[in-house]
Nanobody
Framework: QVQVVESGGGFVQAGGSLRLSCAAS????????MGWFRQTPGKEREFVSA????????YYADSVKGRFSISRDKDKNTVYLQMNSLKTEDTAVYYC???????????????WGQGTQVTVSP
């Protein structure tokens, strides 16, 4: 099994920045990719960004391209999501997830964190 724990959420004004972190533990050798998803009340969870564990490929939702940046520290089994130029519509619970499949195979994410709240005020 793989466990993932997010941190770094909080409150920020529109235009500001936040960095989320996600640490994986357990059978981390089985991880092929890690990603971030978000969810707001009444809506389905949506993909935000992902990164491959074995190569430098990164993936982003159109809504965050150019504003968010994902990176990883394999030695620490940690992935980061740097969020810049935040908008009120970025307000959501952000979930980190890990997958044993290709990072861009969205349905393959099977290990989920508890989520961290990000609130962007006007």
């Amino acid at each position: 099994q793989v466990q993932v724990v997010e941190s770094g959420g909080g409150f920020v004004q529109a235009g500001g920045s936040l960095r989320l972190s996600c640490a994986a533990s357990g059978r981390t050798f089985s991880i092929y990719g890690m990603g971030w998803f978000r969810q707001t009340p009444g809506k389905e969870r949506e993909f935000v960004s992902a990164i491959s564990w074995l190569d430098p490929n990164t993936y982003y939702a159109d809504s965050v391209k150019g504003r968010f940046s994902i990176s990883r520290d394999k030695d620490k089994n940690t992935v980061y999501l740097q969020m810049n130029s935040l908008k009120t519509e970025d307000t959501a619970v952000y979930y980190c997830a890990a997958t044993r499949y290709d990072a861009d195979y969205i349905r393959g994410y099977g290990y989920w964190g508890q989520g961290t709240q990000v609130t962007v005020s006007p």
